[in-house]
């Protein structure tokens, strides 16, 4: 999985995949669960990790592993893994180096399931939070920490909220305390920002978004960044530092170095006790998909600001979060960490609160209520009535959703239908 010296878009099309003499020019799909080997003492190895290799597909497959590998490559990382779901994403990436009596601090403003995993599931488990808000001081960081802290969790851009977050500043405030930054990058995508190179240590995405971009496919990745040294904070994170006994007495970070031990450990005990694995035909989808990225979200932003402009403007829009607008409290990051554009997500609020809101939603023809975003097809959704609705509204207000918030996720349609269509439901209500 080295980087080789490819532009983002060449990595975009060629990455993670370079085809010897005769090979199959695209990806091919390895539908096979096992693989087979000549003698107990070849595959012995293998379960060792002695010897790299494929014995079961719950583990790794050669296909999803060429995707991974592209991944990898675009944010900046040294090794990278596919899971089943975003979900299973942040869960792995929290979970593979948090175990029960440890804590997390997290911004507040964060996808909604992601919400939910930190401050419910995982509390189920002993792992407790500290929420904080995305625009916390450093001193309001340096306090969100416990001696017990194993991670600080954020999104580059938050959905539904979409406040951008402060990735140098976040980091730091980790690497203060002796952990890494996990950074979901779902939203800005690797074309638009590369958390790792602003000092994230470990990158997730819902690939299920941009990545596969056509709401075809569920899925999720890791990448790390290789550069979060783990023996030098071996007391805070004895699943790398010290040997496995349900894997042969590996000590990962040992065996495998900063740029190996976070996804080794992920694959080989999370893995395999959990199995929340990618499908070949799933990554051979999303693969399709990450061929396209690098033109597809420069048009997604360009309708995004488009409609962002379009609404701003409107009077019976109360207000508009998109940090492409130069009146946003987040345009000044958005111009550091985003200076090819954010996304094509635009959040809006409806004159007229809550029931505004879903009327409006529902004169709009060319958008479709989804829950969904960030696929070619334009949608909407209302998250205070579905995504969020087992908030409260203190917890709605911490998370950035105001009840008469509607998020609109411009697909690749021509902006001025996108346009005429809000337009037109505007007038009705
Ligand atoms: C959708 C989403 C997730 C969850 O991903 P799934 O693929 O739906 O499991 C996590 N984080 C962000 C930012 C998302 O938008």
């Given at each position: 999985m080295a980087n080789q010296p490819m532009s983002l878009g060449t990595a975009c099309v060629q990455g993670g995949y370079t085809p010897a003499n005769g090979e199959p020019r695209q990806i091919p799909i390895i539908q096979s669960t096992t693989f087979k080997y000549d003698s107990s003492d070849d595959m012995g190895k293998l379960f060792d990790l002695e010897a790299s290799g494929y014995f079961y597909s719950r583990l790794q497959n050669p296909t999803c592993d060429h995707v991974a590998a592209k991944l990898a490559q675009l944010e900046g990382g040294t090794a990278a893994m596919l899971t089943s779901s975003g979900q299973a994403a942040n869960f792995f990436a929290l979970f593979n180096i948090c175990n029960a009596g440890d804590h997390i601090v997290s911004s507040s403003s964060i996808y909604g399931g992601t919400f939910n995993l930190i401050a419910v599931t995982m509390a189920k488990m002993g792992i407790t939070a500290t929420f904080v808000s995305p625009d916390a001081t450093d001193e309001e960081l340096d306090a969100a920490f416990q001696p017990n802290t194993k991670a600080v969790f954020g999104e580059?851009?938050?959905?539904?909220?979409l406040t951008v977050l402060d990735i140098e500043r976040f980091a730091a405030a980790a690497h203060r305390h002796g952990v890494p930054l996990i950074v979901d990058n779902t939203f800005a995508t690797p074309i638009n920002c590369r958390p790792i190179e602003w000092g994230a240590d470990i990158v997730t995405h819902s690939t299920t978004k941009y990545m596969d971009g056509h709401g075809g496919t569920v899925g999720g990745a890791i990448i790390d960044g290789g550069k979060f040294d783990w023996m030098a904070h071996a007391d805070k994170f004895p699943g790398l530092t010290t040997p496995d006994e349900s894997y042969h007495g590996i000590t990962y970070a040992e065996r495998f170095g900063k740029e190996g031990a976070f996804i080794t450990k992920a694959t080989a005990q999370l893995m395999r006790d959990f199995g929340c694995t990618q499908s070949p035909i799933n990554a051979y989808m999303i693969n399709l998909g990450l061929e396209s990225l690098h033109v597809r979200m420069a048009r997604h932003c360009e309708n995004g600001q488009a409609v962002a402009e379009f609404l701003a403007s409107?009077?019976?829009?109360a207000y508009v979060d998109y940090c492409g607008l130069p009146g946003n409290a987040y345009h000044a990051l958005a111009q550091k960490y985003l200076p090819n554009g954010s996304c094509g997500v635009v959040s809006f609020g409806v004159k007229g609160g809550r029931d505004a809101a879903k009327a409006f939603m529902g004169y709009l023809k060319t958008a479709a209520i989804e829950t969904h975003v960030a696929d070619a097809r334009t949608c909407c959704l209302h998250p205070a009535s579905s995504t969020h609705r087992q908030m409260n509204d203190e917890q709605l207000a911490a998370a950035g959703v105001k009840p008469d918030l509607v998020r609109m996720s411009c697909g690749l349609e021509d902006k001025a239908d996108l346009i005429a269509d809000i337009a037109q439901a505007l007038d009705k209500i």
């Amino acid at each position: 999985m080295a980087n080789q010296p490819m532009s983002l878009g060449t990595a975009c099309v060629q990455g993670g995949y370079t085809p010897a003499n005769g090979e199959p020019r695209q990806i091919p799909i390895i539908q096979s669960t096992t693989f087979k080997y000549d003698s107990s003492d070849d595959m012995g190895k293998l379960f060792d990790l002695e010897a790299s290799g494929y014995f079961y597909s719950r583990l790794q497959n050669p296909t999803c592993d060429h995707v991974a590998a592209k991944l990898a490559q675009l944010e900046g990382g040294t090794a990278a893994m596919l899971t089943s779901s975003g979900q299973a994403a942040n869960f792995f990436a929290l979970f593979n180096i948090c175990n029960a009596g440890d804590h997390i601090v997290s911004s507040s403003s964060i996808y909604g399931g992601t919400f939910n995993l930190i401050a419910v599931t995982m509390a189920k488990m002993g792992i407790t939070a500290t929420f904080v808000s995305p625009d916390a001081t450093d001193e309001e960081l340096d306090a969100a920490f416990q001696p017990n802290t194993k991670a600080v969790f954020g999104e580059t851009i938050a959905n539904p909220a979409l406040t951008v977050l402060d990735i140098e500043r976040f980091a730091a405030a980790a690497h203060r305390h002796g952990v890494p930054l996990i950074v979901d990058n779902t939203f800005a995508t690797p074309i638009n920002c590369r958390p790792i190179e602003w000092g994230a240590d470990i990158v997730t995405h819902s690939t299920t978004k941009y990545m596969d971009g056509h709401g075809g496919t569920v899925g999720g990745a890791i990448i790390d960044g290789g550069k979060f040294d783990w023996m030098a904070h071996a007391d805070k994170f004895p699943g790398l530092t010290t040997p496995d006994e349900s894997y042969h007495g590996i000590t990962y970070a040992e065996r495998f170095g900063k740029e190996g031990a976070f996804i080794t450990k992920a694959t080989a005990q999370l893995m395999r006790d959990f199995g929340c694995t990618q499908s070949p035909i799933n990554a051979y989808m999303i693969n399709l998909g990450l061929e396209s990225l690098h033109v597809r979200m420069a048009r997604h932003c360009e309708n995004g600001q488009a409609v962002a402009e379009f609404l701003a403007s409107h009077p019976k829009i109360a207000y508009v979060d998109y940090c492409g607008l130069p009146g946003n409290a987040y345009h000044a990051l958005a111009q550091k960490y985003l200076p090819n554009g954010s996304c094509g997500v635009v959040s809006f609020g409806v004159k007229g609160g809550r029931d505004a809101a879903k009327a409006f939603m529902g004169y709009l023809k060319t958008a479709a209520i989804e829950t969904h975003v960030a696929d070619a097809r334009t949608c909407c959704l209302h998250p205070a009535s579905s995504t969020h609705r087992q908030m409260n509204d203190e917890q709605l207000a911490a998370a950035g959703v105001k009840p008469d918030l509607v998020r609109m996720s411009c697909g690749l349609e021509d902006k001025a239908d996108l346009i005429a269509d809000i337009a037109q439901a505007l007038d009705k209500i």
